[in-house]
């Protein structure tokens, strides 16, 4: 399974099945759920870094995790 659904099942764990299945259908969601994974990925590595930005990048990256993650869930809610 595509590691960016598995990041998205991770977060809507009670969703596993819609997630599945509406990324088979829909390449906007999918792309969506690569985003997520991205986003989170680089919200890790900005909370391991020693730079002076940390804090301000692990905020905004924060905030795109969140709004992004909100993107699904009304994605999935349109879909049930």
């Known amino acids: 399974m595509d590691q960016s659904l598995l990041a998205v099942i991770a977060r809507f764990p009670d969703r ?16 969506l759920c690569a985003d997520l994974r991205d986003a989170e990925t680089a919200l890790v590595g900005w909370e391991h870094s020693s730079l002076p930005v940390r804090d301000e990048r692990c905020i905004e990256y924060r905030e795109l995790v969140d709004g992004l993650a909100d993107e699904i869930r009304a994605a999935l809610d349109r879909r049930s």
């Open 16 to 31: 596993g099945r819609a997630v599945k299945e509406l990324a088979a259908t829909d390449e906007g969601f999918r792309a």
